[in-house]
C-alpha cells in the first residue's frame, strides 16, 4: 500500500523532473536528518550523492553505538533468535565469528568517521563499545578514546559496558566486585587537556587520574561502574577547576579519596553505593562552600563530614542496611549537624531508626535547623522509627511540609555488633504519639501541608494521621494516597478491598483535627498496586 502510494507519487512528480529537493536543503538540515538516522545509514547515504560523500564529517552530534551496530548486522546475517535475545549477555560459540566479523565491521565504521572527520565542534559525542577479555580491538579503542579527549567536544559520553552484566554479587547484604578475570577498560594514561570539554560522562572503565593533564572547562563529571586508581578528589577537582557537578555511582576509590584539607567549589555531589577496593564503608571529610545538592546513597555509614556547607539547599541520605550499632547514630548526627543550612532533607527509614541511638540525641538534634521546610521520610511506621521521627519533627522550627513515602516496614537490626538494642526502643508503639508530651514547634507554629504516599491503612498509619491531625494547629492539607488493589484480584477482594478502603476514608474523616479548616483528602494512585496484604 505505503509503497504503491510512493510510486504513484513519483511518476506525477516525474514531469518536474531535474529538480533534487534534497541536495538543495540547507546543509543544517541535512545534517539534522542525518543525526535522526541509524549510523549503518549514514554509510549508505555517503555512497548516494558525491555532495553526501563527507556532510558526516560535519556533523555536531555524534552517536557510535556498538550494541545497536552489531544486533543490526547480526539480526541481518543469522536467524537464530534465542540468540539475537541473548547477544548482550553471552553469546552462543556457534554465532561468536558472526559477531566478531560484525564488531570489526563497526570498527571499520568508526575509524572512518573519526578519521575523516572535519574537526569542527562536536557538540555532543556519544562512544559506546564492549568491552571483554578477547578483546581485539583494544589498541583501537585507545584510538578513538585519544581522538575523543583531543578533539572539540563539548559533551563526551564514553561507555565501555562489558558483555557480562553480573560483575557484581551480594555478600551478607554487600556489593561486592566479582574477581574475575574480566578487566575493566583502562583509559590510556596521556595527558589529556581537552579545552572545550564540559560534561564528561564515563561507564565501565578505570584511569589514573594523576597521568591527565587540566580539563580547564568542564562542569560536570559522571562516573558510572568506574574505577578511579589513584588521587583524591581534591587532585581531581584541581584538575578540573571549573567543576561544579561531581556524580559517582558504583564507583571503587582509594581509601581516603573524600578526605580533602582543601575547599572543594562543586555545588552538586551525587555519590550512590561507592566503595573503596574491599569495604563498602569510607571517610568522608571535605569542605564544600559552594555545595548546593548533596545525594549520599549506600549500604553504611562512617565519620561523614562535610564542612561550611552554608549554601545547602537539598540534602538526601539513603542508606539502606539491615543492621546497625549506635555508632552509626554518632556519625549520622554528626553529618546532620554539618548540613544543618539545607531547606529540604530526605531520609531513608534506617537513618530515621539510627539517629535517636546517638548519644544525647533521645529527644533532638542539639541545633535547631533554621532553614528546614521540607522534609522527606521513607518509612515503614515500625516501632524503632518512632523515636526517630519525634527526634526529627522536634528539630525542624520551620518546618513547612512534611512527606512520608510508606516502604516495606523493617526493624533495624542490633545485636549483630554485640551491641544492646538501644534502651530508646522500649516503647509501646500503640500509645507512642498519646504519651508525647513535649511541644512540636512546627506543628504548633508552621506545619501547614502533610503527604502521605502508600498509605495502606494499617493501625501504625492512623495513629500517625490523628497525631498529626490532632496537633497540627496551623494544618492545612492532609494527602493521603494509596494505591489500588492489583488487577488480577477476584470481584469479591476487589469489593471487599473498596469498602476497606472506603471505611479508611470515613475514619480519616472523623478524626479530631486541631484546626477545623484542615482538608484530609484521599486519592486513588493509579498505574501502581498494592503489594503488601492488607
Ligand atoms: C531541590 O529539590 C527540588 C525538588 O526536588 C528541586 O525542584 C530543586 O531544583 C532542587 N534544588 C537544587 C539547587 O538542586
Redesign the pocket.
Known amino acids: 500500500m505505503e509503497c504503491n502510494r510512493r510510486r504513484r507519487s513519483r511518476s506525477r512528480q516525474d514531469t518536474s523532473r531535474g529538480i533534487d529537493y534534497i541536495s538543495r536543503m540547507p546543509i543544517e538540515v541535512l545534517l539534522h536528518i542525518f543525526y535522526f538516522l541509524p549510523l549503518k545509514y549514514w554509510i549508505v547515504m555517503s555512497l548516494v550523492s558525491k555532495q553526501w560523500k563527507y556532510i558526516w564529517t560535519q556533523i555536531s552530534i555524534l552517536t557510535l553505538d556498538e550494541a545497536e551496530l552489531v544486533t543490526g548486522i547480526i539480526r541481518k546475517e543469522i536467524s537464530c533468535l534465542s540468540c539475537i535475545a541473548s547477544l548482550n549477555h553471552h553469546i552462543c560459540q556457534c554465532h561468536q565469528h558472526a559477531v566478531n566479523a560484525a564488531r570489526r565491521k563497526f570498527a571499520e565504521i568508526v575509524d572512518r568517521i573519526l578519521l575523516f572527520h572535519s574537526g569542527c565542534t562536536i557538540e555532543h559525542f556519544r562512544l559506546s563499545c564492549h568491552h571483554d577479555n578477547q578483546e581485539m580491538y583494544a589498541p583501537t579503542v585507545d584510538k578513538w578514546v585519544q581522538f575523543s579527549m583531543t578533539s572539540n567536544i563539548i559533551e563526551l559520553e564514553l561507555d565501555f559496558s562489558p558483555g557480562m552484566p553480573n560483575n557484581y554479587y551480594e555478600m551478607e547484604g554487600l556489593l561486592v566486585k566479582r574477581n574475575i578475570d574480566c578487566q575493566q577498560y583502562a583509559l590510556p594514561r596521556h595527558a589529556f587537556q581537552p579545552k572545550l570539554l564540559k560534561v564528561l560522562t564515563l561507564s565501565f572503565c578505570k584511569f589514573e587520574a594523576t597521568s591527565y593533564g587540566a580539563f580547564k572547562s568542564l562542569k560536570r563529571l559522571s562516573l558510572y561502574h568506574v574505577d578511579i586508581l589513584d588521587c583524591s578528589i581534591g587532585d581531581l577537582v584541581s584538575k578540573c577547576p571549573a567543576l561544579e557537578d561531581l556524580s559517582l555511582k558504583y564507583c571503587f576509590h582509594p581509601e581516603k579519596f573524600f578526605v580533602c584539607k582543601q575547599e572543594l567549589k562543586i555545588?552538586?555531589l551525587f555519590l550512590m553505593h561507592c566503595m573503596t577496593e574491599n569495604r563498602a564503608m569510607f571517610p568522608i571529610d571535605i569542605i564544600t562552600p559552594n555545595l548546593?545538592?548533596l545525594t549520599i546513597v549506600g549500604s553504611y555509614l562512617m565519620s561523614t563530614s562535610v564542612k561550611r556547607a552554608t549554601k545547602l539547599?537539598?540534602v538526601t541520605i539513603d542508606i539502606e542496611q539491615r543492621f546497625a550499632d549506635h555508632a552509626q547514630g554518632n556519625f549520622l548526627a554528626s553529618l546532620l549537624l554539618d548540613l544543618f543550612h539545607c531547606?529540604?532533607l530526605a531520609l531513608s527509614s534506617w537513618c530515621i531508626q539510627v539517629l535517636p541511638t546517638g548519644d544525647g540525641l533521645r529527644r533532638q538534634l542539639p541545633l535547631p535547623f533554621r532553614n528546614l521546610k521540607?522534609l522527606m521520610l521513607h518509612v515503614g511506621l515500625v516501632k524503632q522509627e518512632l523515636p526517630g521521627i519525634s527526634c526529627l519533627l522536634r528539630s525542624f522550627p520551620i518546618l513547612e511540609s512534611l512527606q512520608l513515602k510508606l516502604c516495606t516496614p523493617m526493624n533495624v537490626e542490633w545485636d549483630v555488633f554485640q551491641d544492646m538494642i538501644p534502651n530508646i526502643f522500649e516503647l509501646e508503639a500503640q500509645s507512642y504519639w498519646e504519651s508525647q508530651n513535649s511541644p512540636f514547634h512546627c506543628l504548633q507554629n508552621c506545619l501547614k501541608k502533610v503527604k502521605i504516599y502508600g498509605f495502606v491503612g494499617q493501625n501504625t498509619e492512623m495513629e500517625m494521621v490523628k497525631f498529626l491531625l490532632e496537633n497540627g494547629i496551623v494544618l492545612e492539607t492532609l494527602d493521603v494516597y494509596y494505591y489500588g488493589l492489583n488487577p488480577w484480584a477476584s470481584t469479591q477482594e476487589a469489593l471487599d478491598y473498596k469498602w476497606f478502603q472506603f471505611r479508611n476514608l470515613v475514619t480519616l474523616m472523623t478524626l479530631p483535627k486541631a484546626r477545623s479548616q484542615a482538608r484530609v483528602k484521599m486519592t486513588k494512585v493509579y498505574g501502581a498496586y498494592m503489594s503488601v496484604a492488607y
Open positions: 555545588k552538586y548546593l545538592t539547599i537539598n531547606h529540604t521540607h
